[in-house]
């Protein structure tokens, strides 16, 4: 016991020390015996009540134990693991012997396992999982004392650009001295989180009101205007901030931090470089989206998803010219799940791409069907949406439909919102330059509802507009409506481009639109939505608007 590398106690029933190691001795550095002075005592304030309940614990049972504790010495708290166990001395009385085994490397790892789990590892800011762990406490004491708090996530305005100029370790630098300038600004009690790319995330306790909100966020805005000077490049990115209060908006934090990132989305929207504050009237995210993203998934492998067709009917002789194709969800508990709900979901986790090349290929397909029992020539229109557009295998996925169905290529008129032309009007000129080549027509839909250009109708090769609904609901008896409607007509005419009027749904906008020299209309005046089935039922029946039998008019509406 005396030369053994582990420090060794022989202790009474009483935990005073009997005898102990050299290495014991050198470790608690102490110049006078340690004999008759107490185990307890010798370690740290929170260890001494477990040790002396495992002493009594052990010398009345005869049983070894294990108990990890620290040992204090001059420098520090050294932690090691006791094996204590009882025996008896050549008197026969009853002794403790205590065996100490340095635990400070095991202890080191395991911390800095532990920090890597809970920790940004670029920033060194605690991420996702700590952030959750520290907003549960902050709830559970805003319950308590029954005042609010806020959360802030927080957006850099530009960083993409930084990391695709400049590179990833310009963009690294960037993050860490962002993280630095945040963390400075807020005070000890905040928690400061990275949960992923350029976006913050800051739980503010006792920051309820609107002055306390203005205030804070006003600062970490102003941290972040500032220029970052990072090897020889002066950088400008800024920060648009988002906010939700507990618990006017959310009592969890999962929904807490959802609103304040609908919030910064919205900020980033309406200017950047500022703060918005969520309110009922933003469109916050879908309650279930997470286990909604699960379900589609599942969705894709047991063929849930479905493909409706829109009658789209020349408005002069009223007779169908070709559909549009809807997607639909058929959830087996949840019935008809809306577009709105799965469309921004798939978009986000990439299944669109997946979903929008199956929906391509099956319309094509079943627009040669629609054809043999029509017995003439009809057109297929096929939403794409932007992330599909940006995808480098769009075009791939556009020729395998076309030649899978063997469609014509004007048979197929491949739909694009203005907002998706203006993320990056370049790739945009050049895609739409080689769907043109393959002799695919382009549509704008709901031409006039986002960022108009009128330059891209010369610039691009777009073939058709299509009139959003919102200008068609007061017609005729709106003037403002008319005018625009009007317009976009007069245009049309002049750049010899084909026009759609969406959700016409009175024989009053039929005529009017028809007056205007509007070619095609499409709503629920000629039919709702419907299945593959019901469309051909519609072209055996040769429809037109007016003499439509009773009852298949009510099948189709």
Not at 25 to 49: C, F, K, M
Not at 249 to 254: I, L, M, N, P, Q
Not at 340 to 355: D, H, Q, V
Not at 397 to 416: K, M, N, R, T, Y
Request: some cysteine; hydrophobic content about 45%; proline content about 4%.
């Amino acid at each position: 016991m005396e030369e053994a590398g582990d420090v060794v106690f022989r202790l009474n029933q009483l935990g005073q020390i009997l005898f102990a190691s050299k290495r014991a001795v050198a470790l608690i550095n102490s110049q006078a015996p340690l004999a008759g002075d107490t185990l307890a005592r010798l370690l740290s304030l929170d260890d001494q009540a477990p040790l002396n309940a495992l002493l009594a614990e052990v010398g009345a049972s005869t049983t070894s134990r294990l108990l990890e504790a620290r040992i204090k010495t001059p420098d520090a708290e050294i932690w090691h693991e006791l094996r204590i166990s009882c025996y008896a001395n050549q008197h026969g009385l009853s002794e403790l012997l205590v065996v100490g085994r340095d635990m400070t490397v095991q202890h080191a790892t395991e911390e800095r396992l532990r920090h890597m789990a809970t920790h940004d590892a670029l920033t060194e800011l605690p991420n996702r999982l700590l952030l959750s762990d520290r907003m549960r406490m902050v709830i559970a004491n805003a319950r308590r004392s029954g005042q609010g708090f806020s959360v802030a996530t927080i957006g850099l305005d530009g960083f993409k650009k930084v990391n695709d100029g400049l590179g990833h370790p310009i963009g690294d630098a960037v993050l860490r001295t962002a993280a630095a300038r945040l963390r400075k600004t807020l005070r000890d009690s905040d928690t400061l989180a990275r949960v992923g790319g350029d976006e913050f995330v800051a739980v503010l306790p006792g920051t309820a009101t609107e002055a306390q909100i203005k205030l804070v966020t006003g600062r970490l805005i102003a941290t972040l205007q500032s220029p970052f000077e990072i090897e020889n490049h002066v950088i400008y990115v800024g920060a648009s901030v988002g906010v939700a209060v507990y618990p006017q908006h959310a009592e969890d934090e999962v929904r807490l931090v959802a609103l304040a990132d609908a919030a910064m989305s919205r900020a980033k929207e309406t200017g950047k470089a500022r703060c918005v504050v969520y309110s009922q009237s933003q469109s916050g995210p879908p309650e279930h989206d997470i286990s909604l993203e699960a379900a589609m998934f599942q969705a894709v492998r047991e063929g849930e998803f479905l493909l409706y067709y829109q009658p789209i009917v020349d408005a002069r002789t009223r007779e169908i010219q070709g559909f549009e194709t809807l997607m639909r969800w058929k959830h087996p508990t949840l019935g008809m799940v809306p577009p709105a709900r799965f469309i921004p979901i798939a978009e986000t986790n990439g299944l669109i791409n997946l979903l929008g090349a199956w929906a391509l290929k099956a319309a094509c397909v079943q627009l040669k069907q629609f054809e043999e029992v029509a017995k003439r020539s009809l057109y297929i229109s096929v939403n794409i949406s932007p992330r599909q557009f940006r995808n480098d295998k769009f075009l791939d996925v556009l020729d395998d439909a076309i030649a899978f169905s063997g469609l014509l290529g004007e048979q197929l008129v491949l739909e694009i919102t203005e907002g998706t032309l203006m993320i990056d009007p370049v790739h945009a000129e050049s895609i739409l330059s080689k769907m043109a080549e393959r002799n695919a027509r382009i549509a704008i839909d709901d031409f006039g509802t986002g960022y108009s250009s009128l330059a891209y109708l010369k610039r691009f090769p777009i073939s058709v507009l299509k009139i959003d609904r919102t200008f068609i609901r007061d017609l005729p008896g709106s003037q403002k409506d008319g005018a625009i409607c009007n317009a976009v007509l007069d245009l049309a005419k002049h750049l010899d481009l084909s026009v759609v009027a969406e959700g016409v749904e009175t024989e009053g906008q039929l005529e009017y639109l028809e007056q205007r020299g509007c070619q095609y209309i499409q709503g629920y005046l000629t039919g709702k939505p419907m299945a593959a089935n019901v469309a051909m039922a519609a072209l055996k029946e040769s429809i037109h608007v007016k003499v439509v039998p009773a009852e298949l008019r009510q099948v189709l509406q």
